[in-house]
């Protein structure tokens, strides 16, 4: 048996003893074969020795037994890592970033306690998945939509907290929080917003509260776990339609861009999509290879003009009432019309919902329209093992596309990736106002490429610092790495999360290093490292 870092073999023992006999012999894993379960098929350091395993996991079933274990963690000085069903995948999965950490897992803490579909809401616990949710909404008939990430056996908690982003209209997930449950590092239960009044009527209608609005600092954090979250819900909307907007020439992108961030920050378009460059799509014949490798921007003008394809085009989402967004679509297409000769239009898919089965097996992805699914999965490597994303956010400018354009080809070429460099990386909206890039870094089988592309990675994230992109979200192997970048005043927001983590879980008994949050006990050791 491994034992958590800084804790005796016979103090671990005993704390797993405390275990068991707050949540039950059954739910408290140690053996080798449960272990293996809770690492991360995905890691990027697959198969070292740093590979972060636990130790063991606990699972409690009820507040009042995340309360216990979390003073028997304290005691022992035990360090824990809370997962919700642990699907983050691509992030660290259900492992923890420091190695021998016992992954508290809550997916028995699965109720959905309420779903209101008269203000559109829904109240659950951590082991609540999507897929949970949607059918408690299903098999009720009520007309309100969640809106699932791809994919979708994730859940509302885990992918909230962690800022994740979907499709629909409620697409920032941590935006559509309202109101909280958290158990402090002591034990201490603190409902947020509304939920503070003892006999709160809007816990799930109205955010703030009064006072500081603390709900954030529980986000990509290491400061409590939560146990109860409030989701705001989408009506279901009566229609959706999609419409292409496709332009000519390169530099077209810049007018395409403004448009866009207009449509987008007026609310005419509030769902995500991507902007790219259906050149670098297009199946390619031997002359676009031969221009995609070294062909001039006219030369591609040229060839895009002769084959009849766009040289960028931006997909634009619509959900509402079949009018307005018809209204919507229309009055997109006036103002891309007025400033770019030549931009053409394309109706996409259109809607009215509920969808028919019919309708419902044809759509490939159906995670835009609400409803969870694994599609995603599909886009897997058939010889990798899986990836792992670089995710800047950029801004909402031309300019900035093409530039994280030309350092995501670099990285292109230094990965050594076969069919020659991509210039085209789509940017996505899943956050208002800003783009974000979602370049898929390989996990190999093999620790050399590993390796190598950890290297890439790290230089990935200096070169973007130094352009003034953050990542929103990373693996638990960078955390550290991304934490460094944010340094503005000699890392004064790490010094802040620092004062408050003392303050919190001064035995730093919760998710040690997440987000680059390291408590008291192991910071000087982890500073070097990083
Ligand atoms: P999902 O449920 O979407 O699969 P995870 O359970 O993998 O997400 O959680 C993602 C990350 O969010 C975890 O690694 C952890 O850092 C944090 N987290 C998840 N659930 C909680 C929680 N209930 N309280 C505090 N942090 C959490």
Redesign the pocket.
Known sequence: MRNPPGVSASDFSAALKEFESAVGRDFVFSSEEDIDLYRDAYSPLWHEDAEPVPSAAVAPENVEQVQAVLKIANRYKVPL????????LG????APLLSGSVVLD?KRMNRVLEVNDKNHYALVE?GV?YFDLYRYIQERDLKVWIDPPDPG???P???S??R?GGYTPMRDHFASVCGMEIVLANGDVVRTGMGALPTAKTWQQYKYGFGPYVDGI?SQS?F????KMGVWLLPQPEAYLSGTVMVPKHDDLFPMVEVFAYLMNSGIVQATTLVSSPLWFAPPDAELTALRGNGTTQQLEDYAARKNIPYWSVSLPFYGPAKVIAAQWAHAKQRFSAVIPGVAFRDGASYRFPLSADQLAKIVDTVPFGIPSLQTFSIMRPNGLGHLGFSPIIPMTGEAVLESQRVFEQVYRDLGSPGGPAAAFPVFSFFPRSFVNIYLFPIEHDVEKNRKNREIYRRLIKESAARGWGEYRTHTTFMSDIMDTYSFNNHALRRLNETVKDALDPNGIL?AG?NGIWPKSLRKTEMKKA
């Open positions: 890592w809370t997962i919700s069903t642990g699907r983050n992030y660290g999965g259900s809550l951590p998945s056996w994730g859940s908690i885990g992918n907290l962690e994740g529980f290491n409590g776990v939560v146990t998710a997440k």
